[in-house]
């Protein structure tokens, strides 16, 4: 993907041991026992959520300390100061996903709330019976249910992009599903569990060329590569700050301003109105239109500091540090002898997300198993059941990574995976 968006490097050649002294649960040992200190974490779980470095913590920390209060509501100094903080958490995330407006730009809980948003407000505007929502069959529940309830208010119709056995949009399938009853195009950019990396300009273009409107889940995209929305021209695009450094309750959905204008509020309640009378409302213009309440206002300024955090650390040595990682935890899977199964493409075409299934031992024996080497990796469906389903399979194994892993820690994942098989074999 193209982009404008400023990133520096931080040290040259990228140094993920030097990085890892920002996180302190890094350097969490745990099942100690007398006598014996435990074994070293081994966080591989980082598409469930990532962990936070010193930088962020502390920003959690000034602002309960020295600058909270309510945002744009008080007229003193201390509610200026939390409405400085909060806006400017707002600007950071405009320039680091390049939206053209800060109007674009909104703080939700996470991408749950911000497709949610979408499928109620839009959705429920203009999308009516007989109109087709168009997903794919790789999609997380986030992107399913929130279409599945609007087919069930409006009797729209959900169709899925189907895909291969490898994981992979079906894209020669695309032209044919995208009908003048196509409303919406709404596709992961990377997939969860396949660690897919799907071809969004190629969606994009082909969707708008059909009249349809697209919105992108960018859960597992935002975090570990370049993001720029408006040369990918997407529609809305939804993610979540835990998956990035910040803290868990804050995510942000970008929509185009003219989209958004025309849109009604999705959540009623203080802020989002500019004038109510006992017969009804006037709505507020973006963003507050769509910030309902009490916003995640702690959150949201934490989310700024990861912002500067993965700017100064790079977003291109995030990415090249993660294929680095998915080639190698690759070759040590292909080197176990227990009938390991990939669900996914070739470590060239995915982003850091490595599931797989084996012959002879259930995901959650494995996950399991390496716990007890201190390794943490998800096992089960992922929120992604009918995923799954086409795969053939109920439940997977996940590793996935984040730039402070490092290859040692993808051998030791290796290394606990043959004990897990020795440890199984002899049960
Ligand atoms: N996936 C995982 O372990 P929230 O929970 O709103 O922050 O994100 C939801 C979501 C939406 N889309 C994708 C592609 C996701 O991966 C997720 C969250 C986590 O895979 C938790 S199920």
């Known amino acids: 993907m193209a982009t404008a968006v400023p990133t520096t490097s931080h040290a040259v050649p990228f140094d993920p041991e030097s990085i890892r002294g920002d996180f302190p649960i890094l350097q969490t040992r745990l099942h100690a026992t007398d006598g014996n200190s435990g074994v070293p974490l081994v966080y591989l779980d980082n598409a469930a959520t990532t962990q936070r470095p010193r930088q962020v913590i502390q920003s959690l920390v000034d602002v309960y300390e020295k600058h909270y209060a309510n945002v744009h509501r008080g007229i003193h100094w201390l509610s200026d100061q939390s409405t400085?903080?909060?806006?400017?958490?707002?600007?950071?995330t405009r320039v680091f996903?390049?939206?053209?407006?800060r109007e674009e730009v909104i703080f939700s809980y996470g991408t749950t709330e911000g497709i949610n948003l979408v499928a109620r407000s839009w959705g429920d505007a203009n999308v009516k019976a007989g109109d087709e929502i168009l997903l794919s069959e790789m999609e997380h529940h986030a992107n399913l249910v929130p279409w599945f309830q609007l087919a069930e208010r409006?009797?729209?119709?959900?169709?899925?992009?189907?895909?291969?056995?490898?994981g992979q949009l079906v894209l020669d399938a695309l032209p044919k599903m995208l009908t003048d009853r196509t409303k919406l195009v709404?596709?992961?950019?990377?997939?969860?569990?396949?660690?897919?990396?799907?071809?969004?300009?190629?969606?994009?273009?082909?969707?708008h060329a059909a009249g349809a409107k697209v919105l992108v889940d960018a859960a597992q995209s935002v975090p570990h590569m370049r993001t720029d929305v408006q040369a990918l021209d997407c529609d809305f695009l939804a993610f979540s700050g835990h998956k990035m450094l910040g803290p868990s309750g804050v995510g942000i959905l970008y929509g185009k301003r003219e989209l958004l204008d025309a849109m009604p509020p999705f959540l009623g309640g203080g802020s989002m109105i500019r004038r109510v009378r006992l017969d009804g409302f006037e709505s507020a213009d973006l963003p507050a239109k769509f910030e309902a309440g009490t916003p995640p206002i702690v959150p949201a300024i934490g989310l700024?500091?990861?912002?500067?955090?993965?700017?100064?650390v790079g977003l291109d040595a995030i990415h090249a540090q993660e294929t680095l990682l998915t080639l190698k935890a690759h070759e040590v899977l292909e080197g176990l002898d227990a009938g390991v199964r990939f669900l996914g493409p070739e470590p060239a075409k995915k982003a850091g997300i490595?599931?797989?299934?084996m012959k002879t031992m259930h995901a959650h024996d494995i996950a399991q198993l390496l716990d007890r080497a201190g390794v943490a990796v998800r096992a089960g469906h992922h929120c992604t059941m009918p995923l799954h389903k086409r795969l053939g399979v109920t439940a997977s194994a996940r590793a996935s990574f984040y730039f402070y892993n490092t290859t040692a820690e993808v051998e030791t994942f290796g290394r606990a995976l043959g004990e897990a098989l020795r440890i199984f074999k002899r049960k």
Do not use: M, W
């Not at 990396?197 to 273009?205: A, Q, S, T, V």
């Open 84 to 92: 400085d903080l909060y806006e400017e958490a707002r600007e950071k």
């Open 154 to 166: 409006t009797g729209c119709k959900v169709r899925h992009l189907p895909i291969t056995d490898d």
């Open 354 to 357: 490595v599931s797989f299934t």
């Open 304 to 312: 700024g500091a990861a912002i500067d955090y993965l700017n100064q």
């Open 186 to 207: 709404a596709v992961t950019a990377v997939s969860n569990v396949l660690g897919t990396i799907n071809p969004l300009p190629e969606i994009i273009r082909q969707a």
């Open 97 to 101: 996903i390049n939206a053209a407006a």
